[in-house]
């Protein structure tokens, strides 16, 4: 998993900072641009947009491609992390390549991400 060197993981944001690079990387490269007419700039209200079938990722891609600033509310971070959980969840979920004790590295990101939000979902 790529991680930038020199965050500050100690607090909550650089950590929930940090739990974003990982969506990030997995989303830009599932999410195929080739036959976009926006180029992969996701517009709300477009109607193609919305029937896309990468339009969920593309939406999040938009608003999490740039790595956020340490000033960026935990609030922010936490509701960006929460789509990323349920993104790749679904796209983990009834899947035999998943069993439950799975191992890779999706999985194992779900597990600390979905424990850093429940450990702090109350804090915003
Ligand atoms: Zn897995």
């Known amino acids: 998993m790529p991680t930038l060197t020199g965050r500050n993981t100690r607090t909550l944001?650089?950590?929930?900072?940090?739990?974003?690079?990982?969506?990030r990387w997995v989303i830009e490269r599932e999410v195929d641009f080739t036959d976009c007419h926006l180029g992969g700039s996701f517009a709300e209200g477009d109607q193609r947009c919305a029937e896309c079938q990468f339009g969920q990722a593309c939406c999040?891609?938009?608003?999490?491609?740039?790595?956020?600033?340490?000033?960026?509310?935990?609030?922010?971070?936490?509701s960006a992390l929460t789509t990323a959980v349920?993104?790749?969840?679904?796209?983990?979920?009834?899947?035999?390549?998943?069993?439950?004790?799975?191992?890779?590295?999706?999985?194992?990101?779900?597990?600390?991400?979905?424990?850093f939000l429940r450990t702090n979902r109350h804090k915003t």
Do not use: I
Not at 13 to 23: E, H, I, K, Q
Not at 101 to 108: I, R
């Open 60 to 78: 999040w891609l938009n608003r999490n491609r740039a790595t956020p600033s340490p000033n960026t509310p935990l609030e922010e971070l936490l």
């Open 13 to 23: 944001t650089g950590y929930a900072a940090n739990l974003l690079d990982y969506p």
């Open 86 to 115: 349920d993104y790749l969840r679904s796209s983990v979920r009834g899947d035999d390549a998943h069993p439950n004790q799975c191992e890779c590295a999706t999985c194992l990101w779900l597990h600390d991400a979905s424990s």
